[in-house]
């Protein structure tokens, strides 16, 4: 079964520093896609940043860049110079395959909860 | 303007009674979802509709029910809310390439 794996409930930084924040997944198929979405305390779910497993390159978006190493099956979040503001749930996601057809949707992990310590 | 809202932000209601969260998106997208979060559960889907014709039960689709009003909109119902019912409830929308944007979020309480 697909599945992914968050196993950090919460993580702790000092701004400025950089963090990883761990998601590996489960899947058979060949061709899926990976997210990271942050959830800060006001509750709204925000995109970050997507990876193909075709992609060749580790995904950026400014100061999150995506560590994905295919034959581990990890895809770690990496965010640089932590701000205050990156205090948050982060949740990792990936899409099911072609296999699943056009149904296929995301399978979500249960998150881990960001502090940013001044 | 957000591209993907919801209505109401905030709900407390009573068990037994029917309630229906709205949304709408402005994105054109055909994807649209209902999910809820609770507490160390993450997300979970209720329904998905990947278009106006198209609706699909989620994992956890008992005691709700949906309408895809068109293109732009997508309704929840509880028809009878439970208190088990109260939790953070998003809608959302996905491109073509599966990237999903969602709505502020809509935290409904059953007393």
């Known amino acids: 079964a697909q599945k992914i794996t968050q196993t950090q409930p919460g993580m702790f930084v000092q701004e400025k520093e950089a963090v990883t924040l761990d998601c590996t997944y489960d899947?058979?198929?060949?061709?899926?896609?990976l997210f990271w979405y942050k959830q800060p305390s006001s509750g709204e779910m925000i995109f970050l940043i997507y990876?193909?497993?075709?992609d060749e390159q580790n995904a950026t978006e400014g100061r999150y860049s995506l560590n994905f190493q295919k034959a581990r099956k990890s895809a770690n979040l990496v965010i640089s110079a932590s701000q205050l503001g990156d205090s948050a749930m982060y949740f990792c996601a990936m899409r099911e395959g072609w296999n699943a057809g056009n149904n296929r949707k995301l399978i979500w992990g249960l998150g881990t909860s960001l502090a940013v310590n001044p | 303007d957000a591209d993907v809202t919801q209505t109401p932000r905030n709900r407390i209601t009573k068990t037994g009674k029917r309630i229906m969260l709205e949304c709408s998106q402005t994105k054109g997208h055909d994807r649209m979802y209902w999910y809820r979060q609770d507490p160390g559960l993450g997300l979970r889907l209720i329904y998905y509709?990947?278009?106006?014709?198209?609706?699909n039960k989620g994992e956890i689709s008992d005691g709700y029910s949906v309408s895809r009003q068109a293109q732009a909109k997508f309704s929840l119902s509880l028809e009878s809310a439970i208190p088990n019912q109260t939790a953070l409830y998003f809608c959302?929308?996905?491109?073509?390439?599966?990237?999903?944007?969602f709505g502020p979020g809509t935290r409904l309480t059953v007393l």
């Open positions: 959302a929308t996905s491109d073509p390439a599966d990237t999903q944007y």
């Open positions: 990876q193909g497993s075709y």
């Open positions: 899947t058979s198929d060949q061709s899926y896609g």
């Open positions: 509709s990947f278009d106006v014709k198209d609706i």
